[in-house]
């Protein structure tokens, strides 16, 4: 099967008749696609995920300093929600780092 994308108008070429995609799945298999390869080039990884990996961290050791779930601190260092000043301020003081040079310029909300 190849599927073409032009201007959000898509070709699907298949030799199964029975086969049906729609709209969205397509979209959301591009989208995922998209990701995996800014995550091999290294783009769309957030500054302090780089961090705590330099770190040889886990992320169950971060959300322990701000004292939060794994799953909130997933979705922080992924970018879904942002840090608060003092949860970034909890990890700037444990390393004795500037907060900004740690999280870089916009994942923490005041």
Known sequence: MIIQVQKMKFKIV???ENLVLTKSIIET????QVQKLKRKEGEGMTAIKKFRES???KQEDF???IKVSKVNYCKKE?????FSLDEAF???KYFNKPIESIF???EVSC
């Open 14 to 16: 298949s030799k199964n």
């Open 104 to 106: 870089g310029n916009n």
């Open 63 to 65: 959300a322990a300093i």
């Open 90 to 92: 909890l990890i700037s």
């Open 78 to 82: 992924n970018g879904k929600v942002k």
């Open 29 to 32: 298999n591009i989208k995922m």
């Open 55 to 57: 770190q040889g961290m």
